[in-house]
């Protein structure tokens, strides 16, 4: 859905990105992480054609964006990291312009109502978007993006400004949108935010491609059909010990934990788990592993220095 091929991008004085190159499947979600000052915000510009790259190509959906940029556009929803808002229109009347500024056909209104109700928006629809808070800010924001339900969705750290409870619910509109078959890649250094929804991970470093991903194993992909655990024993046991368990043998690091794939259902976790107790193992917790999203990175930048 997202080819980029010799991306080439540079500043006056700096060459920001520097032939980035990868292949994004339709219906995945990217977490597009890097240090400060890798070149995320540059590339997602160039992606959403809003820079013109000196070298290299962009292709959305098949269409070369240097070529027919109009055509690509239509297939865009890109929320910028410093985004604008008409201050004087009410949060409908945002929605309303975006709505008929992407050429829906139909309702606009319907739409605009629709768009505000995924973003909790739906009773403060008659106030001015100048007097919101940073946070219902970027939700109008998010909304205003989504609301021509595009096949993809470009976000610069959609998560800054909002509260915890607006993070979880970002984070389950990234859910749904990817369950409506949208392609969507999230900039964030929020890296246990991103991993509660992100299928691959696309590590940049002074404008390179470092590394890019499936979280979790293969097999976890698209589907997100397996789920990272994370065991741990309040001592090492011998391997013999965990011989012959459902999900295969595990490796125990020093200190008795260990992270694996798990494919199966919560059923089948409290199986697992009284299997564990079963054999006498003394298990302090059996849990989805969140912190191998930003291990990995660590490990994968580290990796990639001299
Ligand atoms: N308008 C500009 N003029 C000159 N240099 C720029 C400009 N914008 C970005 N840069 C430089 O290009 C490089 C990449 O910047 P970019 O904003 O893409 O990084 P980033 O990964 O998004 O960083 P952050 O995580 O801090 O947002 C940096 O060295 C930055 O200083």
Same mark, same amino acid.
Request: contains cysteine; hydrophobic residues 45%.
């Given at each position: 859905? $997202?080819?980029?091929?010799?991306?080439?991008?540079?500043? =006056?004085?700096?060459?920001? #990105?520097?032939?980035?190159?990868?292949? $994004?499947?339709?219906?995945?979600?990217?977490?597009?992480?890097?240090?400060? /000052?890798?070149?995320?915000?540059?590339?997602?510009?160039? #992606?959403?054609?809003?820079?013109?790259?000196?070298?290299?190509?962009? !292709?959305? /959906?098949?269409?070369?964006?240097?070529?027919?940029?109009?055509?690509?556009?239509?297939?865009?929803?890109? !929320? *910028?990291?410093?985004?604008?808002?008409? %201050?004087?229109?009410?949060?409908?009347?945002?929605?309303?312009?975006?709505?008929?500024?992407?050429?829906?056909?139909?309702?606009?209104? @319907?739409?605009?109502? *629709?768009?505000?109700?995924?973003? +909790?928006?739906?009773?403060? !629809?008659?106030?001015?978007?100048?007097?919101?808070?940073?946070?219902?800010?970027?939700?109008?924001?998010?909304?205003?993006?989504?609301?021509?339900? =595009?096949? $993809?969705?470009?976000?610069?750290?959609?998560?800054?400004?909002?509260?915890?409870?607006?993070?979880?619910?970002?984070?389950?509109? $990234?859910?749904?949108?990817?369950?409506? +078959?949208?392609?969507?890649?999230?900039?964030?250094?929020?890296?246990?935010?991103?991993?509660?929804?992100?299928?691959?991970?696309?590590?940049?470093?002074?404008?390179?491609?470092?590394?890019?991903?499936?979280?979790?194993?293969?097999?976890?992909?698209?589907?997100?059909?397996?789920?990272?655990?994370? #065991?741990?024993?309040?001592?090492? @046991?011998?391997?013999?010990?965990?011989?012959?368990?459902?999900?295969?043998?595990? *490796?125990? %690091?020093?200190?008795?934990?260990? @992270?694996?794939?798990?494919? +199966?259902?919560?059923?089948?976790?409290?199986? !697992?788990?009284?299997?564990?107790?079963?054999?006498?193992?003394?298990?302090?917790?059996?849990?989805?592993?969140?912190?191998?999203?930003?291990?990995?990175?660590?490990?994968?930048?580290?990796?990639?220095?001299?």
């Amino acid at each position: 859905m $997202i080819d980029v091929d010799g991306l080439s991008f540079e500043y =006056p004085a700096k060459r920001a #990105l520097d032939g980035v190159g990868f292949h $994004i499947g339709p219906g995945t979600v990217t977490a597009l992480v890097g240090p400060n /000052g890798a070149g995320k915000t540059t590339l997602l510009r160039c #992606l959403a054609t809003l820079e013109l790259p000196y070298a290299g190509r962009v !292709l959305l /959906g098949g269409i070369d964006t240097a070529e027919e940029p109009r055509r690509a556009r239509r297939l865009l929803g890109f !929320l *910028d990291e410093f985004f604008g808002l008409y %201050d004087e229109l009410t949060v409908l009347q945002c929605l309303q312009y975006w709505a008929g500024a992407h050429g829906l056909e139909g309702d606009v209104t @319907v739409a605009a109502r *629709d768009a505000a109700a995924r973003l +909790g928006l739906a009773d403060r !629809l008659e106030e001015r978007a100048g007097s919101l808070s940073r946070g219902l800010r970027q939700r109008l924001a998010i909304a205003q993006v989504i609301i021509h339900k =595009p096949r $993809i969705l470009l976000m610069d750290e959609p998560a800054s400004g909002l509260d915890p409870e607006a993070r979880a619910g970002l984070a389950d509109l $990234i859910r749904s949108l990817q369950a409506d +078959g949208m392609t969507i890649v999230v900039s964030s250094h929020i890296l246990v935010e991103l991993a509660d929804y992100s299928t691959h991970m696309l590590i940049v470093d002074k404008g390179r491609v470092i590394d890019h991903s499936p979280i979790g194993g293969a097999e976890r992909g698209a589907a997100r059909l397996a789920r990272r655990l994370r #065991l741990v024993l309040a001592r090492p @046991v011998a391997a013999a010990a965990l011989a012959g368990l459902s999900v295969g043998p595990l *490796d125990l %690091d020093g200190e008795g934990a260990a @992270v694996f794939d798990f494919a +199966g259902s919560l059923d089948d976790q409290a199986a !697992l788990l009284r299997d564990l107790v079963a054999r006498g193992l003394p298990v302090a917790a059996l849990a989805e592993d969140h912190t191998s999203l930003q291990d990995q990175y660590i490990e994968k930048l580290k990796a990639s220095r001299p």
